[in-house]
């Protein structure tokens, strides 16, 4: 069941949560994020406190600097679609990271042919002052609530398909890239 959404409050709470939880993230607080704002089925499939582990590992790591910049030109999607008394929601945005890999013994180029091929040539550059590698994405989430006041997100990507399929509607997965 599609619903139109026509409340910009909606948007704007969306917005805002959405943007919440990617501060936190970039902030390394992946406990309150997840507690907050993680859909909760992911969760019971995936366990907290070992989702916590890797990203602590990742954000942490000796090897590789990251940094994940908050989320821009966020476009929340003008339909509701409502599936087990659950109503989701699409969200459209873009997302800057940087990664500086400190193993010498890594060749910076095949880093660079790596990442290029993972997000595009187009959306990866080197800085050669800072070393680090500058990356842009487009990416898609998807917004669920019960009540349209409380809001808990998923990051879409088409390797996540076999455990997103089992709790975000089958439309918002069809045309992943």
Do not use: C
């Not at 590789?64 to 699409?90: A, C, M, R, T, Y």
């Not at 500086?100 to 080197?126: C, D, H, M």
């Not at 898609?140 to 809001?151: C, I, M, N, P, Y």
């Amino acid at each position: 069941m599609v619903i139109p959404l026509f409340a910009q409050d909606f948007k704007i709470q969306i917005e805002n949560q959405f943007t919440d939880y990617n501060i936190l993230l970039a902030e390394k607080q992946f406990e309150k994020a997840l507690t907050n704002y993680e859909n909760e089925h992911y969760l019971e499939l995936v366990p907290k406190d070992q989702l916590v582990s890797l990203m602590n590992e990742m954000f942490n790591s000796s090897e590789i600097n990251f940094i994940l910049e908050k989320p821009h030109d966020v476009v929340i999607s003008d339909e509701i679609i409502e599936q087990n008394g659950e109503k989701f929601v699409k969200i459209d945005y873009q997302q800057n990271f940087e990664m500086k890999f400190n193993n010498p013994n890594l060749a910076r180029y095949t880093i660079y042919s790596s990442l290029k091929n993972e997000f595009g040539s187009e959306n990866v550059e080197f800085d050669k002052e800072t070393g680090y590698f500058l990356i842009s994405t487009n990416k898609v989430a998807v917004g669920k609530s019960r009540d349209l006041q409380s809001w808990k997100f998923s990051i879409l990507e088409k390797k996540s398909i076999p455990i997103l399929i089992k709790f975000i509607p089958e439309q918002y997965l069809k045309n992943l890239k």
